[in-house]
């Protein structure tokens, strides 16, 4: 016997017995479909940022590096390991490291060495697409140090 003017909870919203409770499904799987990728790009935007801030860093080091070297020879030597340092922390293990000097020679008073630093970024977790490798990102950084017009010309 039911009471007038009283009417259950189901009836008055439209739901239906078999619905209750699905509503917390849905959101459930919504997150989970939208959080997920959120997550992903978040990940590759830092790694390639990574990547990004190794090579600016290692091309600034591998400048002052080769400036402070008695020789062009002892300069590129001393570039290389403090590039390699740098992008170490970085996690970067592979890269390719230029040194070029306007005027030339490299060292004389007055010119300017032109160090540029380049490396691929891969995407994290990103797959062997088609058989053409993990999908990469080309990262390069160029950094200009000039040598002092007051320093003693090599003999």
Not at 30 to 43: C, D, E, N, R, S
Not at 124 to 149: E, I, K
């Amino acid at each position: 016997m039911r009471r007038r003017g009283a009417v259950g909870r189901g009836a008055a919203a439209g739901v239906r017995a078999g619905e209750r409770g699905s509503a917390m499904v849905e959101f459930v799987w919504l997150a989970i479909l939208l959080l997920v990728p959120l997550v992903y790009l978040l990940l590759a935007t830092f790694e390639v940022q990574r990547g990004a801030f190794g090579v600016s860093a290692a091309s600034r080091a591998a400048g002052r590096a080769f400036s402070l070297a008695e020789s062009p020879q002892e300069g590129r030597q001393r570039a290389r390991a403090a590039a390699a340092m740098v992008l170490r922390d970085q996690g970067v293990d592979r890269f390719e490291l230029e040194i070029s000097c306007r005027p030339e020679p490299c060292l004389s008073p007055g010119s300017v060495a032109t160090v540029v630093v380049r490396t691929e970024v891969a995407l994290p977790w990103a797959p062997d697409v088609l058989g053409g490798g993990a999908p990469r990102f080309a990262v390069s950084a160029t950094h200009r140090v000039p040598s002092g017009r007051y320093v003693e010309a090599a003999r």
